[in-house]
Every structure is written in structure tokens, then in C-alpha cells.
T-cell receptor
Framework: QKEVEQDPGPLSVPEGAIVSLNCTYS??????FMWYRQYSRKGPELLMYTYSSGNKEDGRFTAQVDKSSKYISLFIRDSQPSDSATYLC??????????FGTGTRLQVFP | DTGVSQDPRHKITKRGQNVTFRCDPI?????LYWYRQTLGQGPEFLTY????????KSRLLSDRFSAERPKGSFSTLEIQRTEQGDSAMYLC??????????FGSGTRLTVV
């Protein structure tokens, strides 16, 4: 079992939709949770960074962590075609290396 | 300083040849990481440095791979006797105190 699991998609939604992206993790030591966005043939770009459980909002993006169920979510409101990318969840705990999920490919069509 | 830069962007090599990639991190970042990403997969950890010390190396990394970070600045990743299975995107990232990695655009390696 991978330490971070993510549905690879693809997920296709119309412009303006609310998008929900999800991951699960298995390592109880994970304390830091991140979401990265990766455009084709580019490196991942940090979107959101959260510590422990709770919600964090930044513009149209909201990250949620539920440590009791080991569940990580990213919500995108009013999705735009420019949001079309692969979204990677990642986490680390008592080691210094980020463990990534497979990534979910999102397509927002006009 | 505009971010993490990697060179070259693309590399095509014949099987059995050696290749070397370079990464220049953000100057004030003390940690530097190498990851490998294949199509449809998330980045997979290879190794990382704190300053010039290599602190961890993935057990998935064969002896054909070696990385250095002399003087705690830029880093190089060398692959000896390349194999077709080495074809991937090699990503470098840097961070300061674990608060989010900044990735470069990667080096895409194709072994023919």
C-alpha cells in the first residue's frame, strides 16, 4: 500500500463548478500536508500548506485535513479553464522527505 | 534569484551512456531534494541534502545513481550506464526548514 493514495482521474468539469480533490494517507506520523499543482511538462507548484487537522482557505482554494480519518481534500470554487492541471497531494511527518500521491488530472472546460 | 533552475531541460542519450544533471537551488535554501517522476505518477523521492551533507538516499536508487552538493550550493545528479527504465523527469527542489518545497521545471531524460 502506498503511503499517500490519490484517484488519478481524469476529472472533467464545466467552468464555474466546485471541484473536490481527495487523498488518503496511511502514516499516522504525517503532520504536514500540501497540495501542488503541476502543468504539463512543468515542475509542481505549491498551492496550499497545512499543519495537522483543520481548514485553510486561500482565494478560491480551500484545503481540509481530517487526521481522524486520514483524509485530505482540496476544494476549488468557481473553477476556471486555467485550473486545468494535475493536482498532487503530499505529506511528511518525522522525516524530511515529501511523499506524493499519484496526482489527479483535472480538466475544466469552458 | 528567480527560483530553482535545472539544466538541461531535455536530454536524449543512448543506453549505456552516462548523464549528469545540474540543479541550482534558491540561494537561501539549505535543503535540496531530487525526485523522479514518470508519466502518470507522482514524484518519487531519490535523495536529499542539508547544506553539503547527503542525509538520505532512497533504497530504490541503484548504485548507478550518485548525487553531490559541493559547498552546499548547486547539486549534480549523475546516472551511469543508463537504461531505458531511467527515462523520466528528474525534478530538483529546495526548501528552508521544510516549509514547502520549491521545484524546478525538471530535466526530461529519454534513454534510447
Amino acid at each position: 500500500q502506498k503511503e499517500v493514495e490519490q484517484d488519478p482521474g481524469p476529472l472533467s468539469v464545466p467552468e464555474g463548478a466546485i471541484v473536490s480533490l481527495n487523498c488518503t494517507y496511511s502514516n499516522s506520523a504525517f503532520q504536514y500536508f500540501m497540495w501542488y499543482r503541476q502543468y504539463s511538462r512543468k515542475g509542481p507548484e505549491l498551492l496550499m500548506y497545512t499543519y495537522s487537522s483543520g481548514n485553510k482557505e486561500d482565494g478560491r482554494f480551500t484545503a481540509q485535513v481530517d487526521k481522524s480519518s486520514k483524509y485530505i481534500s482540496l476544494f476549488i470554487r468557481d473553477s476556471q479553464p486555467s485550473d486545468s492541471a494535475t493536482y498532487l497531494c503530499a505529506s511528511f511527518g518525522n522525516t524530511d522527505k515529501l511523499i506524493f500521491g499519484t496526482g489527479t488530472r483535472l480538466q475544466v472546460f469552458p | 534569484d528567480t527560483g530553482v533552475s535545472q539544466d538541461p531541460r531535455h536530454k536524449i542519450t543512448k543506453r549505456g551512456q552516462n548523464v549528469t544533471f545540474r540543479c541550482d537551488p534558491i540561494s537561501e535554501h539549505n535543503r535540496l531534494y531530487w525526485y523522479r517522476q514518470t508519466l502518470g505518477q507522482g514524484p518519487e523521492f531519490l535523495t536529499y541534502f542539508q547544506n553539503e551533507a547527503q542525509l538520505e538516499k532512497s533504497r530504490l536508487l541503484s548504485d548507478r545513481f550518485s548525487a553531490e552538493r559541493p559547498k552546499g550550493s548547486f547539486s549534480t545528479l549523475e546516472i551511469q550506464r543508463t537504461e531505458q527504465g531511467d527515462s523520466a523527469m528528474y525534478l530538483c527542489a529546495s526548501s528552508q526548514n521544510n516549509y514547502g518545497y520549491t521545484f524546478g521545471s525538471g530535466t526530461r531524460l529519454t534513454v534510447v
